[in-house]
């Protein structure tokens, strides 16, 4: 087992970003305040922090869907800069058009970028093939569960192969066995491709088994409150992760930091 020490170059930086939205009464709530960090090529970095707190605004923003109101966003590939087609982003909500097969979920995103029929046909099966998904290729998205919606989406996202993946609480509505098959399967896939990762959750011990490192953020307007490194071995057993020796000393620290931020 080794630990994740081969991060890259910067691949997303985010310098001194605060973020307000304009309230129904005209006013403005602050949401993100002075937020400044630099995450890597092959990183998995997971942010958590109280409900509300500005998780899933950080997201919109680093990712490029969202206009921050001051500070900046660079999403790089060595001396390039990405575009949004080159950043994946899946959510709670699998998002897959109801209308279309899995297979055809899956081929959507290389139509659009124009990759030949017979190739993106050759992907798009693969990639049902590497999430589980065999023999649904033809069942539309009312007919999967849960968790092979999840896995459609996964598909559909890493089919383009994205140079930096977002995810906002992806699993977090998955009942546990779901929920710890497919922190499995994204665990594999990343050590495979080595994206970047950018993962949200309220789930400490999801942070604790997927990541590099983990930033807690104060409650809003939220602010990186700390970062912690997590000093796991990989490849990780995310099954069992809270049998390692570390686990109970990281989760007690993570939860110290983010308790005071919670209102009661
Ligand atoms: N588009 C929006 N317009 C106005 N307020 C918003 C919008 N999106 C989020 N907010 C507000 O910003 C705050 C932070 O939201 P969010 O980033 O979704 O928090 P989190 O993901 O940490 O739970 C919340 O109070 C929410 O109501
Ligand atoms: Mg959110």
Redesign the pocket.
Known sequence: MKQNLDVGQPAVIIHDLSHG???PDGGR?D??QDVSVTVHEREFFTVV????????????VASGL?QPSTGTVCRLKGDRNLDQLEVGYITQDSNLFPWATALENVLMPLQIRRVPKKERVRRAKEWINIVGLSGFEDHYPRQLSGGMQKRCSIARTMVYEPEVLFM??PFGALDAITKATLQKTILDLWEKRQTSVIF?THDLTEAIALSDRVAV?TG?P?RIRTTVDIPLGRPRDVYNITDVPNFKALRHELWHLLEPELVS
């Open positions: 939205f304009v309230t709530m949401v993100l922090g109280p409900s509300g707190c500005g998780k899933s605004t950080l997201l919109n969202l906002d609480e949200i953020m809003r939220g």
